[in-house]
């Protein structure tokens, strides 16, 4: 049973809606990946940061963020 107000139909908005806060949460988390990638390159030219910037860390960082907000239920 779908409800309807003003004539339209609930269902397919809220699953409209959920999707579109799915994709807001992937941009977000690509937008760090890539602004992670953007330092690596700054990293390989440059010897001084390689000792302080680690990006095993930063990738275990993220994939722990991720697996959060799918376990909430958000991705």
Not at 3 to 31: A, N, S
Request: proline share 1%; with cysteine.
């Amino acid at each position: 049973m779908i409800k309807e107000i003003y004539g339209v139909k609930i269902f397919p908005l809220v699953v409209m809606f959920y999707q579109v806060r799915r994709w807001w949460v992937l941009r977000v988390w690509r937008k760090y990946w890539h602004s992670d990638q953007c330092v690596r390159k700054q990293v390989r030219y440059s010897k001084r940061l390689s000792d302080e910037f680690s990006f095993e860390r930063n990738y275990r960082l993220l994939k722990l963020f991720i697996r959060t907000d799918q376990k909430r239920g958000i991705i």
